[in-house]
Structures are given as C-alpha cells and as structure tokens.
C-alpha cells in the first residue's frame, strides 16, 4: 500500500473518530440539558403543590440561597484582592528599580557629557591633525567611535527606561485604583452579607416556633423525605444514559476506602430512630463548624445544585452504576449541575441551612435509589491521613 493511500486511510479514521467523539459530546449535552429541564420541571412541581408553604419560608429559602450567592461573591472579591496585591507589590518593586536605574544612567550620561564637554574643547579636527604617529592617530579615531557609540547606546537605554517607568507606574496608579474599588466591593457585599444573616436568623427562629406551636414536626420531615425520593427517582431516570469515563474508578470496589467528606462528630448515624421513634435515618449527621470544607468522596458528576426544603442547599453526585452521594444543610455551594469532581474536591461549606438549630453536614449515601450507611463506605478523615 502506498504512503498517501495509507496516509489517507489514516485521515479519514482519525476524522471519525473525531466526529464520533464530538457526536458523544453533543449527545452528553443534550441528555446534560434534558437533565437540568427535569429537575427545573420537579421544582415548579414542587412549588405548585406547597400552597400550605408559609411566608417564612420562603424568606428563609431567599435569604439561604441569598447567604451562598454572597459568600460566593465575597470569596471572588477578595480573590481577586488578593491578585491586586500581588500585582501592586509586584509593580511597586519594578517601579523601584526602574528609578534606580534611571539615576544610574543620568550619572553615567552626565559624566559622558562631561568628558565630551573637555574633549570637546579641542576642535576635533584639529586634535585628528595633530597626531603625527600613523598608529596614535588609527588610536584616536578608534576611541572617538567608541565614546560616541557608547553615549548613543546609554542615551537609547535611558530613553528605554523612561517609557518602562511611564508604562509601570501607569499600570500601577491603576491597579491602585482597581484595589481601591475592590475594597470598596468587599465591605459593600460584607455588609449586605451581616444583613441577610441577620434576616435568616430571624425567619429561622419564627419558622421554629411556627412548627412547635403546630406540632407539624414529623409531618413535616415526611413530606421532606419523600420530596427528596421523588427528586431522586426523577434524577435516577434522566441519569440512566448518561454515560461514566471508562478510566473512573468504579465506586462499588470503593467500600471502606472513601474518606468522610468532612471532619467532624457524628452525632446521628444511620438506621437510628428520630423523633419519637417514628421515623429513622437515612444518612448520617457529623457536626463541623460553620464554613468548614465540604469534599467530594469519589470522582463523579453534580446532578442536583440547589435548595430543597427538608435539606437546605443540597447538592447531589451521580458516581456512576446507580450510585450517588447527598451533602445537605451547606453554607455555600460551589459547584453546579453538570460540573464533573473528583475526589477530595472542595464542593460546599458547612452551614445549617434548611431550618436546621446546629451547624453540620447531612450526608447520605444512594445504591440504586436506596439508602446505604455512609459508615460502611467511609471512614475519618484523619485515619485516611495517617
């Protein structure tokens, strides 16, 4: 077979393979958007059939999800504080040196002149004429060239240094400007932040009181619960094609390898009786202070990057082959539906979001739809690390 027979062969696999790769991302997408559209269509399902939903909480949903929004803004901000500095710092000491060496040059190039000045008192003619000797006169027109070429090459590196120093310390007044506003930025969303937290505490304590006096509680984690198995269900479904990399580790093999996605107390375990003995629990509880890193225990996918009453701001991964892993109650969430993580990502912040009285982490594990003891699958953080 010829090299541009074989050559072409080779292109037109190449290329489609390329086109079935690209075709697969296409699909992946497609089912991505589907996916976001199912669960766009449970939440307005859920609305519709919350009539009974009390003012306060709605309030308290706005100001949680307001609280991640601005905790999210505030951590850009100073990010990029932090940039500004760097930069400013960094601008600073150009600066700096460039002055230093625009003294250096002004002094050489004044004693340059000053030399040319003494020279020059002498016609140079006149002084070339003089020379009688073949090789003092081959001397002196060396040493003529070489002073006016270095004066030239000192007068262009001058010139150099003044343009970098007009350049940095205009990039630097503003940078100083952009960090002014930044600061400004930061202590703006700050105060909007105290505000919102002062809001939710508000609509927290009144929503406390509003199930006490109703005695709604058990009712009220039942309907929960079975918010969350319908939202369950409908991910399971628009999941079933959505294809897992070939080169992932399977998290059916991962059984008492996973690390805990916080460090904490675990304060309720699963299977345990709550209230009253009437209902147990699904997932474990581990109590963490407000703000500590939530991570993510396997490579997978967020399927679910949202607030849902019962759980707060929850987010939920597929990891592939009908497992999944729920982190509720957070602070913050950084990731959205469709973000692919790996394990030990940094997903959320702890928080006690969805009416809870105690900062920590709702933590569940999912085979197919059921619930599993997250204790089986994963054991302490600080174990792991020793």
């Known amino acids: 077979m010829s090299r541009t027979l074989l050559g072409l062969l080779l292109f037109l696999c190449t290329g489609h393979l390329f086109a079935q790769e690209s075709m697969n991302q296409q699909e992946i997408e497609q089912k991505l958007r589907a996916l976001e559209e199912e669960i766009s269509k449970f939440k307005g399902m859920i609305e519709n059939t919350e009539g009974q939903k009390s003012d306060i909480e709605e309030t308290l949903q706005r100001n949680e999800k307001g609280i991640s929004d601005l905790i999210n803004k505030i951590e850009g901000i100073e990010e990029e504080l932090k940039g500004n500095e760097d930069k400013v710092s960094r ?18 190039i004044e004693k340059q002149v000053r030399a040319a000045y003494e020279i020059g008192n002498q016609e140079y003619l006149k002084v070339l004429l003089n020379q009688e000797d073949p090789d003092e006169l081959a001397r002196m027109l060396i040493y003529y060239d070489y ?7 000192q007068i262009i590196h001058y010139n150099d240094t003044l343009e970098n120093l007009d350049r940095v310390s205009s990039e630097l007044s503003l940078e100083i400007t952009l960090l002014d506003k930044n600061r400004q930025f930061l202590v703006r969303e700050k105060s909007a932040l105290a505000i919102t937290q002062q809001q939710k505490k508000r609509a927290l304590k009144a929503l406390i009181s509003q199930i006490r006096s109703s005695g709604t509680e058990i009712t009220r984690l039942q309907q929960d619960r079975s918010r969350l198995e319908q939202l369950l269900s409908r991910l399971e479904n628009s999941l079933a094609n959505l294809p897992t990399p070939e080169d992932a580790l399977p998290f059916s093999g991962m059984q008492g390898k996973l690390q805990m996605p916080i460090d904490g107390r675990v304060s309720q375990r699963f299977g345990h009786r709550r209230n009253a003995g009437k209902l147990t629990w699904d997932g474990i509880f581990i109590e963490a202070g407000e703000g500590e890193p939530v991570y993510a225990i396997h490579y997978g ?3 679910f990057s949202d607030w849902l009453r019962g759980f707060g701001l929850l ?26 993580v790996t394990a030990g990502d940094i997903i959320a ?38």
């Not at 460039?98 to 040059?105: C, I």
């Open 301 to 303: 996918r967020v399927v």
């Open 91 to 108: 601008l600073t000491r150009e600066e700096k040196e460039l002055l230093l060496k625009k003294t250096e040059q002004q002094d050489y």
């Open 349 to 386: 912040t702890v928080g006690d979001s969805g009416g809870q009285n105690k900062t920590g982490l709702y933590f569940e594990i999912r085979i197919s739809g059921k619930p599993s003891d997250p204790q089986r699958w994963c054991i302490a953080r600080e174990q792991r690390a020793a």
């Open 147 to 153: 002073f006016n070429r270095a004066r030239a090459e």
């Open 315 to 340: 987010m939920i991964i597929s990891h592939g082959e009908g497992y999944m892993s729920l982190y509720g109650h957070n602070q913050v969430l950084y990731r959205e539906t469709g973000d692919w």
